[in-house]
């Protein structure tokens, strides 16, 4: 069965901090491993990755894969208090028509 | 340009009531996909269309149907609802099986009495 695991739960931070979130997988056929933040409602998409080792930035985002560990890093650095969401990491694994395995998620909250 | 767009934004249901959550995008995409989210438990796959008159069941499916009659509508149905079902839906959509970007509506928050 496929799984993904995302640490920590949650965490408290303040502006400015930098935040490292984790996300380990095992599936039986990857293609692609994505990131998305969750504010109120909707998951907004962040990255995808398919190859190990190539940064994705976005802005004070960033994020890399490690194939060969089986795990992924979400990067935010120089935190707001609008980073405050939930970020889930999900991974792609066909041919199960786009099955996508979401990890439980993290909470962040950044206080001022 | 509406994107992914879900109705109700929330329901309240008696348990063994039956209701339709609604879904439809116009983005042209042709999959589209349902989700439940539970605390803790991340989003979970209940059925999926990877086209018109195409459905197959994802991880969670018991109790829900689903059909796709046109590209733009892919409405989930709980037959007869039971607490269990207590949850947030979520629909998305993607271009096609090999575009992993999903679009999600903004959800329906259900909770079964």
């Known amino acids: 069965e496929d799984k993904v695991v995302q640490s920590p739960l949650s965490l408290v931070v303040h502006e400015g901090d930098t935040v490292t979130l984790n996300c380990s997988y095992e599936v039986t056929n990857f293609r692609s491993l994505l990131w998305y933040k969750q504010e109120k409602k909707a998951p907004t998409f962040l990255f995808m990755l398919t190859s190990s080792g190539i940064e994705k930035k976005s802005g004070r985002l960033s994020s890399i894969l490690d194939k060969k560990e089986l795990f992924s890093i979400l990067n935010i650095t120089a935190t707001q208090t609008g980073d405050s969401a939930v970020y889930l990491c999900a991974v792609l694994s066909p041919p199960a028509g786009n099955k996508l395995t979401f990890g439980g998620g993290t909470r962040v909250l950044v206080k001022p | 340009n509406a994107g992914v767009t879900q109705t109700p934004k929330f329901q309240v249901l008696k348990t063994g009531q039956s209701m339709t959550l609604q879904c439809a995008q116009d983005?042209?995409?042709?999959?589209m996909s349902w989700y439940r989210q539970d605390p803790g438990m991340g989003l979970r796959l209940i059925h999926y269309s990877v086209g018109a008159g195409i459905t197959d069941q994802g991880e969670v499916p018991n109790g829900y149907n689903v059909s796709r009659s046109t590209t733009e509508d892919f409405p989930l149905r709980l037959l007869s609802a039971a607490p269990s079902q207590t949850s947030v839906y979520f629909c998305?959509?993607?271009?096609?099986?090999?575009?992993?970007?999903?679009?999600f509506g903004s959800g329906t928050q259900l909770s079964v009495l």
């Open positions: 983005m042209n995409h042709e999959y």
């Open positions: 998305a959509s993607s271009r096609g099986w090999t575009n992993e970007k999903l679009f």
